[in-house]
Every structure is written in C-alpha cells, then in structure tokens.
C-alpha cells in the first residue's frame, strides 16, 4: 500500500513547528533565567540591608554609654566607617539642623520607627539614606548612611530586568525565526522527497549540504532509498524468475497429461510420463515448502530446537545424502578435521544449512574436480569451510549472494537457498563469509566458542 503524499503547497511562512518549539523554549529559557535574576536580586538585596544596618549597630554600641547622662543636649557624636552618629534629646528634638551632613531632613527621620531605607535628597536614583534607631532613656541614638546603590541592590533593577525581556523579545524573535526556519527547511524538504520516495518515485535526491547531523541523516536516507530501489528490482527479478519456477513444472504437467488424455503414447511410454508428473509435482512441492519455510523465518515463527550434535556426524551425513550428485559430474568431496567436534543447534535447520552449500558447491564445480569440506578451530572460533575450483563470483554476485530476492544467471534454482541458510546461520548466532578467486570459491561458517566444544563424540 502506498503512502499518499500531501498535494497541498508548504505555507510560504517562518513559523513552522520546529521554529515555533525553538521560539517557546527560549522564551521558556527568558523567563526562567529572568525569574531566577529576580530571585537572587531579592536575596542580594536583603543581604546587603542586613550587612549595612549590622555594621551600624556595631559602631553605634560604642555611643551608647556618651548618651547615658541625663539632659545630654541633642549633638552630633560623630562620624565612623561612613555612619554619621547623632543624639536626638526628647526636649530638643529638631535643634540641629542634619541636612548639611547628609542628604535628609528631620521630618524624613521622624517617620522612621527602627530602622529604614529612604530615598536622598541628592537628586541620584540610586543614593539611598540608611536609618537606623535606637531609643535610649533620655533620648534617641541615631544613626544616618548614605549609600549609593549597587546593581543588584536597587529595587529599580526589575524595572530594567523587564526592559532587556522586552529588547530580545523585539530584536532577537526576528533572528530566532529566521534561524529556525533555516533549521526546519531542510527538515521539510527531506519530509516530501521520503513522501515522494514511499510512492516510488526513486529519481528525488535527499542529498544536502549543510555541514551538520541534518547532512548526515540527508545521507543515509540517499543510502536507504537506494538500498530499497535496488530491493525493489530485485523483488520484481524474483517474482519474475519464480514465476518462470513455477510455470516450466506446470508446463510439463500440462503438456504430459493432454499427451496422456489424447492416447498419443503407448502403455509402456505412459509410465514414463507418470513418473515426469510425479517429479514435477515433487519439485513444485519443494518450491512452496521453501518459500513457506523463508516466511516463517522472517516472520519469527520458525521454531528451532536446539541441541548438542556431533558436527562430525551431521557433515557426513550431508555428503551421503549428495554423493549421488558428486558422482554424475565426477566430483570427488573430500572431507578434513583437526579434530572431533560437537555444536549447539537445530539439527534440521543445520543439516539444511550444509546440504545447501554442498549442492551449490558441487553445482559450479567443473568436472572431474574436487570439493573440500574443511574444520578447524583457531582463536576460539570454530570454521567449516565448503570449497570448490569453478569459476569465480562476480563482484555483484558477492554483494547479493545473500539477498533472499537475488538469482545468479548461473543459478538453476530458485534463488532462496542461500538465504533461508542466512536466516539459519543468524538464529543460530553462527557468522559467514563467502571468498572467491579465480583458483576457488569459499563459503565458511564461523562458530564462536560458547556454540561448540572439541571433546570426542561418546
């Protein structure tokens, strides 16, 4: 079933879902960042009040016994570490004139309970009147700061926190936009060409270049599309060539019983038509229990059973079973071991394994030449190896040799041996190479250290 592509045309837009996810994260960011400024601006600036007004009362503590005596007049004590220090009688409250020493006056400090941070009368924004009282028997102990404010100790700084929100939210929302939609153009080109690839058109690129993991994902989708292009002709090839599969059998079969129907043939010749039916029935039953078995396979509903087995024993096995076929082409199957051996495996699903690679061995082997069955063990690894002396595999054959949809022209049968083999080997956790020369062609299995042991079959 194919994937239908949206005809409707992309609006022509930058706020597209990638930008806008880029947009409300940062904003999300913003906003974040700027909660935690304010935050710690309200923790700074308490801190800071708290240090100021602690340093006060330390030095004030000195005044406290000058202010002891009853009657003291209202004075200026004096000024230490920036603090001007001055006593307020209860009788006289209002007598020194404290505007020419600090930027305040007296109504100012009357309002003032304990302590308090009032604005100056400098005319500066950030100049600021620490105050701060302490009531005595006879009168009040004050103590007078002018501080000017830093950045984060001025209550202004929302104010300015607020403006730079505003500034990225005028200047730098263009960028953003602009830089997603950079981001998300590519995004959607490659969207329409995998659209436009699901409906089989193989001739759109998705080829970019932007220097980035976006190239990267542009070039291993050109690297699928051209993986499934090549699957799909070798579908086509495959359907075509099973197909001609089953239509020679079918073919005879015809043919043999309308010869038989019409008594075109005598009794004795019409057992030898029977016996061409039979075989081609055989041979077509054969082709659908290997396609079933193939689908089973890659549909995960082939059961394997597992089991020690005598490798000796299977691989001998597999040779009876084709000595038949050796002998007719003169072949000759020599067989070598290093040693006795046993494997974990489904002995049918193994068996099937062998017998393949010997059939296809003694297939491409010239008359009256030998094929050898090697194994040995090295580095832990267990390696069976099937070799025979024809001519070579193509450099397209060694590519697709395992692709269940590839026939070789110098295949007779239908194609699926070598993968269901695949299927096998890959359940069975065995690794396979092919190696091919023009002296010899080598399928090997290799059989790693858990899977086997080379303890003498009992």
Do not use: C
Request: hydrophobic fraction near 40%; aromatic fraction near 10%; charge should be negative.
């Amino acid at each position: 079933m194919s994937v239908i592509a949206s005809t409707a045309r992309e609006p022509m837009i930058m706020l597209n879902r990638i930008t806008t996810k880029i947009v409300s994260r940062l904003f999300a960011a913003f906003a974040i960042i700027l909660f935690l400024i304010m935050l710690a601006t309200i923790f700074i600036d308490l801190s800071l009040k708290n240090t100021q007004f602690s340093q006060m009362e330390t030095v004030m503590n000195e005044y406290k016994d000058d202010v002891t005596e009853s009657n003291l007049p209202s004075q200026i004590l004096g000024i230490k570490n920036g603090v001007l220090f001055l006593f307020q009688n209860n009788q006289s409250m209002h007598s020194l004139n404290v505007s020419q020493y600090i930027a305040t006056d007296w109504q100012t400090i009357d309002g003032v309970t304990e302590k308090e941070i009032v604005a100056s009368n400098t005319g500066d924004p950030f100049s600021y009147i620490y105050i701060l009282k302490q009531p005595q028997a006879t009168g009040t102990l004050i103590g007078l700061k002018l501080v000017n404010a830093t950045f984060f100790g001025n209550s202004d700084i929302y104010r300015y926190l607020l403006i730079i929100l505003l500034f990225l939210i005028v200047f730098v929302t263009p960028i953003i936009l602009w830089s997603g939609y950079q981001i998300s153009k590519p995004i959607i080109k490659l969207k329409k060409d995998a659209l436009a690839v699901a409906n089989g058109d193989y001739n759109r690129s998705f080829t970019l270049k932007t220097h980035d993991e976006i190239e990267e994902l542009s070039n291993a989708m050109e690297y699928m599309k051209k993986q499934l292009e090549n699957k799909q002709e070798l579908q086509q090839e495959f359907i075509a060539g099973i197909s001609h599969d089953f239509k020679t059998p079918l073919a005879v079969i015809e043919s043999s019983i309308e010869v038989l129907a019409d008594n075109l043939v005598s009794e004795d010749e019409q057992a030898e038509y029977y016996n061409v039916i039979t075989n081609e029935i055989k041979r077509l039953d054969t082709l659908v229990n290997t396609i079933l078995d193939l689908s089973m396979m890659q549909e995960g509903l082939y059961t394997f059973h597992y089991a020690p087995l005598s490798l000796d024993n299977i691989l001998m096995t597999t040779i009876e079973s084709v000595q038949i076929l050796a002998q007719e082409k003169g072949v000759t199957l020599r067989f070598n071991t290093d040693n006795q051996y046993r494997i974990i495996a489904d002995e049918t699903a193994i068996t099937r394994v062998f017998y393949n690679f010997l059939d296809n061995a003694i297939k491409h082997s010239p008359k009256n030449s030998n094929v050898e069955i090697n194994v040995s063990s090295s580095h832990k690894t267990l390696t069976i190896q099937f070799t025979n002396y024809g001519d070579p595999l193509t450099a397209e054959e060694k590519d697709n040799i395992w692709n269940q949809y590839y026939k070789s022209n110098k295949s007779s049968g239908s194609g699926l041996g070598l993968a269901i083999a695949k299927y096998i080997m890959d359940n069975h956790e065995f690794t396979y190479d092919v190696f091919s020369n023009k002296k010899a062609t080598t399928f090997s299995i290799h059989i790693p250290e858990a899977k086997y042991t080379n303890k003498k079959t009992p």
